[in-house]
């Protein structure tokens, strides 16, 4: 019976180990901790710095992949928490905190004990996309040189992660039952997240479900030329 906020941790951690989250305020003394609420430009650009030279010396690059490390660490483990049928907890930037480190979002507290009902795909989508992703968005387009439809591709790739990553545990324990229960919260929740029309979609017929980008996350040019699982350049060389 899930109870409580730590209930939902626990049963989301016990599908995915690194899909974690702590409660209560950020540890008074631990640097890089910021109430997401409150992120600044100068905040990011902190992170960005403290990342080093990203390969090539350019900073857009960097600032593409800590956006999508950030929109992956504060919504992965609400919407898995949907995506199994459970409620979840609030990913609205009043209830959440982060820690940037190394270019990175390498940690969550929830702030607020708060849970939003199992199904309710539309307060979900308020509270991650309309009160926290696109501000968040708002702030790094005002900052670096990044395309919309960029920045929106690996919030969405972030937010695909999340379902692959319940629905692959639910295949390696053979619940059929769950892995379709999964898609379908899936395909509900990116079929009214506005934001994220055109942005990409998941491959049905591959057993993986391999989500498809529809934009480059520019991480190719930081690694040798290698592309990512899904990656838009890969799709466009296949003939």
């Given amino acids: 019976m899930i109870a409580d906020l730590e209930d939902v941790l626990a049963a989301v951690g016990s599908r995915v180990a690194h899909l974690r989250a702590s409660t209560g305020e950020p540890p008074a003394g631990e640097e890089g901790w910021c109430d997401c609420d409150a992120i600044t430009a100068a905040d990011l650009d902190e992170a960005i710095d403290g990342a080093g030279p990203p390969g090539d010396g350019d900073r857009q690059v960097a600032a593409s992949l800590l956006v999508q490390s ?8 609400s919407l898995a928490a949907y995506a199994v049928g459970l409620p979840w907890p609030s990913p609205a930037a009043s209830a959440t905190s982060v820690r940037l480190a190394g270019g990175r979002a390498r940690a969550l507290r929830f702030r607020s004990g708060e849970l939003g009902h199992a199904g309710d795909v539309q307060s979900l989508l308020d509270a991650a996309f309309a009160s926290h992703l696109v501000p968040f968005v708002s702030i ?3 900052s670096w040189r ?17 379902f692959r990553a319940v ?6 324990r053979g619940d059929d039952g769950e892995r ?7 395909a509900e929740l990116f079929g009214r997240a506005q934001w994220l029309a055109g942005t990409g979609c998941f491959d049905a017929a591959s057993t993986e479900w391999v989500w498809q980008r529809a934009a480059c996350c520019l991480w190719y040019r930081t690694s040798a030329g290698r592309t990512c699982e899904g990656c838009s350049l890969r799709r ?4």
């Fill in 167 to 172: 629905e692959g545990s639910a295949r390696d």
């Fill in 180 to 186: 379709a229960a999964i898609r379908r919260r899936a």
């Fill in 140 to 142: 790094v387009r005002a």
């Fill in 70 to 77: 950030y929109a992956h660490r504060v919504g992965a483990v």
């Fill in 236 to 239: 466009r060389e296949e003939p």
């Fill in 146 to 162: 990044l395309g919309e439809r960029l920045v929106w591709a690996n919030v969405a790739a972030s937010c695909a992660a999340a």
